[in-house]
């Protein structure tokens, strides 16, 4: 891999956890359960949950009776993420770049905008690949990720937030091909502590389906929420992609 990402060091550090420790744990579970119904997957169905952070979708799609494996590059989230593993639940940190289990799964997820993160194209590609061919040859990916043209309008340029004792300080802009988000904490009323950016890629539909496709995969449908409503390029807030493995003659 090029060089060492941002992400490294950021998904592995308490901080993270501590300012991302509020997501909405019900939203997801809703998310989810409206998704699975739209899919039909059979009970029992393989599933990979690709950066599954600590395990939060991973847990719910369990808990509906589905065969899952969730990896993810942080070590922190994984051995947190652990603590709920089951005979039907299992992780793994793991590299998204990097083969995993071939021909194997009946469906794969990236929620939460979990993609967009490595320097290159070719990174990027790797990951699809290793999706790709993960999947068996009925397999499905869905990948939940930010809408460009909304998240541009509609950008909070500065944030300030608490977190028991740490107070966090957020920036936000963006140029023509990523989105940035520099976080400044200050920990129990002391100075700068720690500075770290996220730094998120521009990828359009357009985007996607080229990807997908050079991984033989082809995008079925397109969502803009978590209410799987229909896509607006300007006023969805997210962008969920499903695709599916194309048949080879």
């Known amino acids: 891999m090029a060089g060492k990402g941002w992400y490294k060091d950021w998904f592995n550090s308490p901080y993270y956890h501590l300012l991302y420790n509020n997501r909405d744990e019900d939203e997801a579970f809703l998310f989810i359960k409206k998704l699975i119904d739209h899919l039909q997957p059979q009970k029992g169905s393989t599933m990979l949950d690709v950066a599954c952070g600590k395990g939060r979708h991973s847990i719910a799609l369990a808990e509906m009776g589905f065969d899952v494996t969730g990896i993810d590059l942080s070590a922190e989230s ?3 993420a652990k603590s709920a ?3 039907r639940l299992h992780f793994y940190q793991h590299d998204m770049r990097l083969p995993f289990w071939i021909n194997y799964f009946d469906f794969a997820f990236n929620f939460f905008t979990s993609f967009g993160y490595f320097r290159t194209r070719r990174e990027h590609d790797n990951a699809f690949r290793t999706i790709a ?3 068996n040859t009925n397999g499905i ?3 939940d990720y930010l ?3 909304y998240t ?4 909070q340029r500065t944030e300030t937030k608490v977190v028991d004792d740490t107070l966090f300080r957020i920036s936000r802009w963006h140029d023509e091909d990523h989105f940035f988000k520099q976080i ?5 009323g002391g100075i700068l502590k720690h500075l770290f950016t996220e730094k998120v890629a521009k ?6 389906t080229d990807m997908l496709a050079y991984q033989g995969m082809q995008v079925k449908e397109i969502y803009g929420d978590y209410q799987l409503g229909a896509y607006d390029i300007r006023k969805s807030p997210r962008m969920i992609i499903v695709a599916g493995k194309t048949r080879r003659k």
């Open 141 to 143: 990916f869905v990948i």
């Open 184 to 188: 400044q904490v200050e920990d129990k």
């Open 133 to 135: 061919q993960s999947l």
């Open 147 to 149: 809408n460009v043209h």
């Open 203 to 208: 990828f359009s539909p357009g985007d996607f």
């Open 85 to 87: 593993e089951n005979e």
């Open 78 to 80: 994984i051995e947190a």
């Open 152 to 155: 541009e309008d509609n950008l």
